[in-house]
Nanobody, 121 residues
């Protein structure tokens, strides 16, 4: 079993930056992927970014949705099993509840509770 706890959401002005954190615990090395999704009111949940993890988190290969490519960066801290989402040049369209997720193969098995990100224009 894996538990995920995300934090770092808040209110930021358009063009500003915010960093989200997701700490993983439990069966950490059963996870092949760690990533971020977001969901705005009235919208379906969408993929934001993903890290493919290997060698006990020693290797992390990032992937991004086209809408955030070049603005967002996903990274990890191998010492405390935390995944980050650095969000720069934020737009009002980025406003959503952001959720951390962990998965095996092509399935996202574990989810955090979400953290609100609001971008004011």
């Amino acid at each position: 079993q894996v538990q995920l706890a995300e934090s770092g959401g808040g209110l930021v002005q358009a063009g500003g930056s915010l960093r989200l954190s997701c700490k993983a615990s439990g069966s950490i090395f059963s996870i092949n992927y760690m990533g971020w999704f977001r969901q705005a009111p009235g919208k379906e949940r969408e993929f934001v970014a993903r890290l493919t993890l290997n060698d006990r988190w020693a290797v992390g290969i990032p992937s991004y949705a086209a809408s955030v490519k070049g603005r967002f960066t996903i990274s990890r801290d191998n010492a405390n099993y935390t995944v980050y989402l650095q969000m720069n040049s934020l737009k009002s369209e980025d406003t959503a509840v952001y959720s951390c997720a962990g998965g095996t193969r092509q399935i996202w098995n574990y989810w955090g509770q979400g953290t609100q990100v609001t971008v004011a224009s």
